[in-house]
T-cell receptor, first 113, second 111 residues
Framework: NAGVTQTPKFQVLKTGQSMTLQCAQD?????MSWYRQDPGMGLRLIHY???????DQGEVPNGYNVSRSTTEDFPLRLLSAAPSQTSVYFC????????????FGPGTRLTVL | KQEVTQIPAALSVPEGENLVLNCSFT??????LQWFRQDPGKGLTSLLL?????REQTSGRLNASLDKSSGRSTLYIAASQPGDSATYLC??????????FGAGTTVTVRA
């Protein structure tokens, strides 16, 4: 199993540009999540999904969209990038129920100029 | 709202010394607690998952204890090695399907 994979590993955007961070898992996990990690603030939940077609907001959802059309994929879209979105983004997955062990991808390091 | 705190923020020890990392949480109604390791520029690797019904969980040189009533968990790493240098994060799930993370303890093991 590849586990949780994320692409790209690094990305530089200009303010106002849009892009999609890709996340895929091959463990048939129902739950998937997106976190951002910022120095001194730890990891914060952006959006999560409890199954295909079902998504919900986390702590810091503004400026981001998600969709879950398949069990395997959970892309994160930045609608109009802002410097405040400079961060490291992690995708995670876990089997239901929600409190099972979570598995994380390697992360995407995003810089918005 | 669940708040997770890790103290100390950084720790430097000589090789061979035992490591003690602390994690505290404000809401004791947790399902489990998970310890992660993060190497610089890398993702999170799950080390141990300790269920709310357990007092301890062990894996090799790692031992995690959990005291729900006092809102504390401790990760012990025996006989530390330079390869143990990393940031260690603890996390607890909230009822609304998210993990609340501590800010981490950055460990340096000096050869």
């Amino acid at each position: 199993n590849a586990g949780v994979t994320q692409t790209p590993k690094f990305q530089v955007l200009k303010t106002g540009q849009s892009m999609t961070l890709q996340c895929a898992q091959d463990m048939n996990h129902e739950y998937m999540s997106w976190y951002r990690q910022d120095p001194g603030m730890g990891l914060r939940l952006i959006h999560y999904s409890v199954g295909a077609g079902i998504t919900d907001q986390g702590e810091v959802p503004n400026g981001y969209n998600v969709s879950r059309s398949t069990t395997e994929d959970f892309p994160l879209r930045l609608l109009s990038a802002a410097p405040s979105q400079t961060s490291v983004y992690f995708c995670a997955s876990n089997p239901a129920p929600s409190y099972n062990e979570q598995f994380f991808g390697p992360g995407t390091r995003l810089t918005v100029l | 709202k669940q708040e997770v705190t890790q103290i100390p923020a950084a720790l430097s020890v000589p090789e061979g010394e035992n490591l003690v990392l602390n994690c505290s949480f404000t809401d004791s109604a947790i399902y489990n607690l998970q310890w992660f390791r993060q190497d610089p520029g890398k993702g999170l690797t799950s080390l141990l998952l300790i269920q709310s019904s357990q007092r301890e969980q062990t894996s090799g040189r790692l031992n995690a204890s959990l005291d729900k009533s006092s809102g504390r968990s401790t990760l012990y790493i025996a006989a530390s090695q330079p390869g143990d240098s990393a940031t260690y994060l603890c996390a607890v799930p909230s009822n609304d399907y998210k993990l609340s993370f501590g800010a981490g303890t950055t460990v340096t093991v000096r050869a």
